[in-house]
């Protein structure tokens, strides 16, 4: 059995940055500095089968594609990792932009054969691609080991640092 299309497929659902792949303060600040970073791409409400492709584009540009499985289905969500290439297309390349939000879009093709549809772009999600590295702000020290003014630290003692960043350190 295949489905035959006589138009194109709608749009999957926006695509969402996967907390794995979100490396700003928080999972869900769509914040990145991963390089192969991972996006769900909501399969509901589409005319998706096995046969289906979805592509991911970052400004517009082809970045990664993935071809629909039966378990990606059953899911109704398929995870798709920029630089994927099922199909053999020349992906655009897939480096960050330093410092720069790139609007991240998905598009479902009906088929895997020529003469299949391509949907519209789904709704778009920023995201910011970070590649600032972190800057200290301030460092503080307390324990007993602490010697007070002379810059030395005793032997025996405890020295806590206190690391103050412009973001997160992992």
Do not use: W
Not at 15 to 36: H, Q
Not at 46 to 75: F, I, P
Not at 120 to 133: G, K, P
């Amino acid at each position: 059995y295949k489905s035959v299309y006589l138009n194109a497929p709608p749009p999957p659902g926006a695509p969402d940055l996967v907390a794995a792949s979100d490396s700003g303060a928080s999972t869900t600040d769509n914040t990145t500095n991963i390089l192969a970073r991972t996006f769900a791409v909501s399969l509901a409400n589409t005319t998706a089968s096995t046969s289906s492709m979805v592509t991911l584009y970052s400004g517009g540009n082809l970045v990664a594609e993935k071809r629909v499985t039966a378990a990606d289905l059953s899911a109704g969500v398929i995870n798709i990792t920029v630089g994927n290439n099922d199909d053999g297309f020349t992906l655009a390349a897939t480096s960050l932009t330093p410092n720069a939000t790139s609007a991240i879009t998905a598009k479902i093709q009906s088929g895997a054969t020529t003469g299949s549809f391509i949907s519209a772009s789904s709704t778009s999600l920023n995201v910011i691609e970070d590649t600032n590295s972190p800057a200290t702000t301030s460092i503080t020290t307390s324990g007993s080991a602490i010697t007070s003014g002379s810059g030395q630290i005793k032997a025996s003692g405890v020295v806590n640092f206190a690391l103050n960043a412009t973001e997160s350190l992992y």
